[in-house]
């Protein structure tokens, strides 16, 4: 197991950990997470420790990919575990968050889909042979989430403050441009299954 592909398994650790501080109900075994009150601002330190865990884990997620590809070390393994580990990282947080109020609904449920169909699109091209390179729309909607989510772990933090939900128009923007980069994978995919077709 190489450099990378540990940071992909300390990634997908490190998701665990995160989505058991925000679900586990401490209470019943006596643990209170303290609360601060910041400018008006309720503040439950189990979102700031996940969120700092948050941001660690994304960083991982550069990292593993810069490394796998500067040093020739991109494998299978490396690849089925990294595709795991994003789905892990992103995707019950998303459901998390939704469930307790902190974005809408429709997000985890717009973003769940579309990873399905995109990694069934993915994989009949890969079955016939092709390799799929990530699309620019894809990579700003995975920016957009990734800054939106940390800021919705720190409660929007400073521009709550001034009122202005920064975390909540991210996370939507990143949830529409993966809508749009669905689109452009489903045209992408009919363009090469159709050129397939016609040899």
Request: charged share 15%; hydrophobic share 60%.
């Given at each position: 197991m190489?450099?990378p592909?540990k940071?992909t398994?300390?990634?997908?650790i490190?998701?665990i950990?995160?989505?058991?501080?925000?679900?586990?109900p401490?209470y019943?075994v006596g643990?209170?997470?303290p609360k601060?009150m910041?400018?008006?601002?309720?503040?439950d330190l189990?979102y700031?420790v996940?969120?700092?865990i948050?941001?660690?884990?994304?960083?991982t997620d550069?990292?593993?990919?810069?490394l796998a590809?500067k040093?020739?070390?991109v494998?299978d393994?490396?690849?089925?575990?990294d595709?795991?580990a994003?789905?892990v990282?992103v995707n019950?947080i998303?459901?998390i968050?939704?469930?307790?109020?902190?974005?809408?609904v429709?997000?985890?449920?717009?973003i769940?889909?579309?990873d399905?169909?995109?990694?069934?699109?993915k994989m009949?091209i890969?079955?016939?042979?092709?390799v799929?390179a990530a699309i620019?729309?894809?990579?700003?909607?995975t920016?957009?989430?990734?800054?939106?989510l940390?800021l919705?772990?720190f409660?929007?933090?400073?521009?709550?403050?001034?009122?202005v939900?920064?975390?909540?128009i991210?996370?939507l923007?990143?949830?529409?441009?993966?809508l749009?980069s669905?689109?452009?994978?489903?045209?992408?995919?009919?363009?090469?299954?159709?050129?397939d077709a016609k040899k």
């Amino acid at each position: 197991m190489n450099t990378p592909t540990k940071l992909t398994v300390l990634r997908l650790i490190l998701s665990i950990v995160m989505i058991i501080i925000l679900i586990f109900p401490f209470y019943s075994v006596g643990i209170n997470w303290p609360k601060y009150m910041v400018s008006g601002i309720k503040i439950d330190l189990r979102y700031i420790v996940a969120g700092v865990i948050f941001i660690i884990a994304s960083l991982t997620d550069f990292l593993d990919g810069y490394l796998a590809r500067k040093n020739n070390q991109v494998t299978d393994l490396g690849k089925m575990l990294d595709a795991i580990a994003d789905k892990v990282l992103v995707n019950p947080i998303l459901i998390i968050l939704a469930c307790q109020g902190f974005i809408p609904v429709v997000v985890p449920v717009v973003i769940i889909i579309r990873d399905i169909i995109v990694d069934a699109v993915k994989m009949e091209i890969g079955n016939r042979g092709h390799v799929v390179a990530a699309i620019n729309s894809g990579k700003l909607k995975t920016a957009a989430m990734m800054v939106g989510l940390t800021l919705t772990f720190f409660y929007n933090l400073p521009f709550e403050l001034i009122n202005v939900r920064v975390s909540l128009i991210l996370v939507l923007f990143a949830t529409v441009m993966a809508l749009i980069s669905m689109f452009e994978y489903i045209a992408l995919g009919k363009r090469m299954i159709f050129a397939d077709a016609k040899k």
